[in-house]
């Protein structure tokens, strides 16, 4: 197993400090909309973005969905979008994922459907967002394919969950799943209830920038351990989940307790998100373990992009490499 990359111990404060801001710049919507709409400032986000997003249209995503197939991986797609106050709007990007859902049963591809509560209207009205929801899911069941919901910001988890619960309680959904973040406190007590709903629990450490008296700091042994704590939980339980982290000790530790306990491979996956940990699903794959890979696509890549530079900020050298490409 090789080690992880580490900067020098002097400059961890800089790295720790670096990291923060652009979470904090990645949850900046004024920002957002400075970089996603100037006319100068578009062309250089959309290439720091191309290592870490699959296009912009459906057709491109999909594209890039087949060669993850290819390669042996389930795939899940994703359009990029959240906290959308406009109801128009929120209707208009619903068609986008029933259009993705079309696309997905048509060409038989191996792939889930992603999408953020607040990108189909939980802002504007939560039932908005439930109804939208739904529609997508039952796009989702009528092709035989799951959905994930993504997690957002600490404040909207409650009405995530409830809407989560809904589409399973009143809708018997069960092709629905949730994303749950390691990272916050409170979720080894919301654990038990989700556990209790059939729905896929996809396990990730948590990008978004949080207070410590809500969240874990992302680089802490503390986050690593909760993380292998709750993995444990889900496997042991046999309920469906995906490990979704590029942790490469933690996906060591947990692929040796799935050996160990001979946990059924139909009740879990390791995920990597593209541009990421190809090479480590590639060899996960290679040693019998089911995998999938997770592709995002659309305009609205600013605080997905972000985020995933900010896990590890040596990837600005990279993004500068990109911008000069």
Aim: with cysteine; proline share 4%.
């Amino acid at each position: 197993m090789q080690p992880q990359p580490t900067f020098p111990v002097q400059w961890q404060p800089l790295v720790d400090q670096a990291a923060s801001t652009l979470r904090a710049l990645a949850l900046d919507e004024t920002a957002k909309e400075k970089f996603c709409n100037d006319p100068l400032l578009r062309p250089y986000m959309h290439k720091v973005s191309q290592r870490y997003v699959a296009g912009q249209t459906v057709a491109s995503a999909l594209q890039r969905v087949a060669q993850i197939n290819a390669r042996g991986h389930a795939a899940s797609a994703e359009y990029m979008g959240e906290s959308c106050r406009d109801e128009a709007f929120a209707m208009a990007e619903t068609e986008v994922f029933m259009e993705l859902c079309k696309a997905i049963g048509e060409q038989n591809l191996k792939c889930s459907i992603s999408f953020d509560l607040s990108h189909v209207g939980s802002l504007v009205d939560p039932e908005l967002g439930f109804r939208n929801a739904r529609r997508i899911a039952h796009a989702a069941a009528c092709i035989n394919r799951e959905v994930m919901i993504s997690m957002e910001a600490a404040e909207r988890a409650d009405d995530i969950y409830a809407i989560y619960t809904r589409l399973h309680k009143e809708e018997n959904l069960d092709n629905v799943g949730i994303t749950v973040p390691a990272k916050r406190h409170r979720t080894p007590a919301d654990l038990p209830a989700l556990m209790r709903l059939p729905g896929r629990i996809r396990l990730v450490k948590g990008a978004f920038l949080e207070s410590e008296d809500v969240a874990y700091h992302r680089n802490s042994a503390e986050l690593a351990a909760a993380y292998r704590a709750l993995a444990g939980e889900l496997l042991l339980s046999g309920h469906k989940c995906s490990l979704a982290t590029h942790d490469r000790a933690i996906q060591h530790d947990l692929s040796e307790l799935i050996i160990k306990e001979r946990i059924d491979p139909r009740n879990y996956e390791f995920e990597s998100l593209i541009g990421l940990g190809g090479a480590q699903i590639d060899g996960l794959l290679a040693r019998g373990f089911p995998t999938r890979e997770y592709a995002v696509f659309g305009e609205e890549h600013f605080l997905y992009v972000l985020n995933r530079i900010a896990e590890e900020p040596v990837r600005l050298y990279q993004a500068v490499i990109d911008l000069m490409a």
